[in-house]
């Protein structure tokens, strides 16, 4: 089912179900590779959610600025390469919610523990802009606080869960955006930890 949050943001809900088990597996093995860490953002404090990523390029942030860079600065190896099923899943879901021809080169995953946010910000350190943003949700559900171009407009809130995935392009690919507190809960799964993962897609360099 889409729901439409803003001219070119849509969220489709559950579109992503049927990878929950596989998603997860891949989770674990690319974490294996290159760990979940805390980053330091430039303004010295470390961030709640815990990132690592996959694919050509990865998202860091340290006291010199936000960034992307083909190497993991804790290993000095390349970051793993983005798995065909999670390449294939994002282009789907850009296709579906009318952005043909997503070409993502960077996966950043996010893992977030009860407690842990994303104070409100922009995603602007891509090259490319013409192409859209992708996210999956997996595990805990989570509050998702959707502003506009400017810090001061108020947010819309949208509550995620697991199999949800939100597509951002056009004139929503720079909106203010963040996650609430995440809030204890039973996981969707009962095997699972208290845990909620966002897989974020991007083509970050120009083609
Ligand atoms: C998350 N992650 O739930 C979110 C999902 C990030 C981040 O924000 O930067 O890692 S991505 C949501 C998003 C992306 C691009 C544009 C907009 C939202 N937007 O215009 O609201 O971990
Ligand atoms: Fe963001």
Known sequence: WQENLAPGAVILRGYATEYVPALFDMIMALSKAAPFRHLRTPSGHTM???MTNCGDLGWISDELGYRYTPTDPETGQLWPPMPALLRQLAEDASSAAGYS???PDACLINRYYPGSRLTLHQDKNERDMSQPIVSVSLGLPAMFLFGGLTREQTCKR???TQGD???WGGPS???YHGVMPL???IPPSPAQESVRYNLTFRRVSAI
């Open 48 to 50: 709640s959610v815990g």
């Open 173 to 175: 690919r720079l909106n």
């Open 158 to 160: 949208f509550p995620l």
């Open 165 to 167: 995935v939100m597509v």
């Open 183 to 185: 809030k204890d809960a």
């Open 101 to 103: 021809g997503f070409n």
